[in-house]
């Protein structure tokens, strides 16, 4: 009996409530256009669980049809296409199209509150709780907006009932269920408000009579849908087993199987093979309860974090235990545990969920309490009450802005930590490293060049006439030269290479993996760039030039400080040459480059003579 009970917690009402939101808002297939794809989906709508095979033919004919639909038209089918992935037990598709897709968007609180009860319902067979009293207050929220729609007030409260029986609250669920009841619900919501009565009255141990099980199995029974009836009778089934009808309650439950299983509603299937397996394993029938154990965890992943899972590995690991092979044994024990662990990972959702549940019911209570106690006598407990809700109030606004406060100022202090770090490593004005930051990459590149005796390139220049650049035009324009000479660089440099400028108008480029070739052709292919900077955008005619040197660590070895002031040494020798060239560490002749533009005139359009020959020079 105690596997049997086991079975009887909160798990099936919300299946019931799944079956009912697609037609909410649409009209019937009886009063559908005729023809076109108005009336595939009133079809679809009217197939929905009655016939899931052409459910899923007329979804996918209608698909390529909607991009030449209208807005309500693709609201119309992504509703019903959530709901049929509710119907193949994943919640999580359904959720991702509801949240991905313009349904939230709607302008209709009738469409609104419809999506929002399909989310709280898919995010409560989801076991994700918070989300789902999150939707169902949304819902709620609109109550009174759809209050002249009763089948469509009716599916939200359906909702209502579902999230207050999963956390625990029986109570609330038989409230919302017995208010849909008194309103006088069509056929499909009273059959799903019963089965959420039944739920909650063996989840009280309240339980209910043969005369009451019967009338519900006939208005369920009548609506052609079997996964209504499979509920239906699953509830009567697990109340017969609680009180001792084990006899009754297998005949209920194997009678049903074979429709349930035609479905294909893999969460249904799973928990009615579990049911078995308890009802066969109390009867002492034990390679009967083995057989639908092992079926029902075939549906392991519809059935995840529930009792009737656990349940079924139970009963598949004392089989297994008592075979004796500690190889069947240790798999079966790992799954046993998992199970388990789930199934308490979704107890306590529930618990906090049944707290916070209680909390904003106490909260409406107070509230309403409040308001209803005008009189004299009742101000000093009134008072107490305000008083009391400031205290909270202001101790979760103090706990929010201690909060806030934490993440604000981690949030300044690592910002300004990454600022200092760009401030120490960066050189402003063009963006490159500035020397102290060169020198430690570089450093460590040569270091592990060092170790795999790889060769590294390092190119210097510094640009010709900068201080008549700056003397003439201004440091704005120097500045603007400083900051076009960076960007060639970039340009210029292969992948990985270290570039700095290390003061002044002197930059360096570290090439790693080349040798003393790579860097004459790096710095040649730089000083045409250069030439060629249009420099128009400056305000003024300033023709630039630079003197290269290049080393590399065959010639000056892997020490940063040797491999500067080799290529310094060519640097200053290309200068001697006649500035705008290329020297390479040891050579006696300075690399042929096209004559650069440095050695002739400077000026800017305001400067120059119309009509003259030639523009006044800058002294070299």
Request: with cysteine; aromatic share 6%; hydrophobic share 45%.
């Amino acid at each position: 009996m105690e596997r049997i009970l086991l079975m009887m917690r909160p798990c099936h009402a919300l299946l019931a409530v799944s079956m009912v939101f697609a037609s909410c808002l649409y009209p019937s297939a009886a009063r559908a256009v005729e023809g076109g794809l108005d009336a595939m989906l009133a079809e679809a709508e009217a197939a929905r669980t009655a016939n899931t095979q052409r459910l899923d033919e007329i979804i996918e004919a209608a698909a390529p049809l909607l991009p030449d639909g209208t807005e309500r038209q693709r609201r119309r089918f992504e509703i019903i296409t959530a709901h049929r992935k509710m119907t193949l037990g994943r919640p999580e598709e359904a959720v991702a199209i509801m949240a991905g897709s313009n349904l939230m968007a709607s302008s209709s609180d009738s469409e609104n509150y419809l999506v929002w009860s399909m989310m709280a319902n898919a995010y409560v067979v989801m076991r994700d709780f918070t989300n789902a009293l999150r939707a169902t207050e949304s819902m709620l929220a609109l109550r009174d907006a759809v209050g002249d729609d009763p089948s469509l007030l009716h599916r939200g409260l359906m909702v209502a009932a579902s999230v207050y029986s999963q956390t625990g609250e029986y109570g609330l669920g038989i409230r919302y269920a017995e208010e849909v009841l008194a309103g006088g619900p069509d056929a499909r919501n009273r059959c799903a408000a019963e089965i959420v009565v039944m739920e909650g009255r063996v989840g009280l141990a309240e339980g209910f009579g043969d005369d009451y099980s019967s009338d519900v199995l006939l208005g369920c029974d009548a609506l052609g849908e079997p996964i209504f009836s499979g509920l239906a009778r699953l509830h009567v089934a697990r109340e017969w087993a609680r009180v001792g009808r084990l006899d009754e309650a297998l005949a209920m439950i194997e009678g049903a199987l074979p429709a349930v299983e035609g479905i294909g509603y893999s969460f249904l299937t799973g928990h009615y093979h579990a049911q078995l397996a308890a009802i066969h394993s109390e009867l002492a029938d034990t390679a009967a309860a083995l057989e639908h154990a092992r079926r029902s965890v075939q549906h392991e992943s519809s059935i995840r974090g529930s009792e009737a899972l656990v349940g079924a590995w139970r009963l598949i690991y004392e089989a297994a235990e008592a075979g004796g092979d500690p190889a069947v044994i240790l798999p079966v024990y790992r799954k046993y545990a998992e199970a388990q662990r789930a199934y308490l990972s979704d107890v306590r959702s529930r618990e906090m969920a049944h707290q916070i549940v209680r909390h904003q019911s106490q909260q409406q209570a107070q509230q309403i309490e409040l308001l209803a106690q005008q009189n004299a006598w009742l101000e000093l407990e009134q008072t107490l009450t305000r008083q009391r809700a400031r205290l909270w109030l202001a101790m979760a606004l103090l706990l929010s802005f201690l909060l806030v406060s934490i993440a604000y100022w981690a949030y300044k202090t690592k910002r300004l930590q990454m600022r200092l770090q760009r401030l120490a490593e960066t050189d402003t004005l063009t963006g490159l490293s500035n020397r102290g930051h060169f020198t430690g990459q570089a450093q460590r590149v040569l270091e592990e060049h060092r170790r795999t005796r790889d060769r590294a390139a390092l190119v210097m220049l510094d640009l010709d006439y900068f201080k008549q650049v700056n003397d003439r035009f201004g440091h704005a324009a120097g500045d603007w030269v400083l900051a076009e000479v960076a960007r060639a660089c970039r340009e210029a440099s292969p992948a990985g290479s270290c570039i700095a400028r290390l003061g002044g108008e002197e930059f360096a480029i570290l090439l790693p993996g080349a040798d003393v070739q790579v860097g004459r052709g790096v710095a040649e292919t730089l000083l045409q760039r250069l030439i060629e900077v249009d420099t128009a955008a400056s305000g003024h005619d300033i023709r630039l030039s630079a003197s290269f040197g290049v080393a590399d660590t065959a010639g000056g070895g892997y020490e940063l400080s040797r491999l500067l002031s080799h290529a310094d040494r060519a640097m200053y020798a290309a200068k001697g040459a006649g500035r705008g060239r290329v020297r390479v560490a040891g050579d006696v002749v300075p690399s042929p480059v096209s004559e650069p533009r440095s050695e002739g005139p400077v000026q800017t359009a305001a400067m120059a003579c119309p009509g003259s020959a030639a523009p006044r020079m800058l002294p070299t």
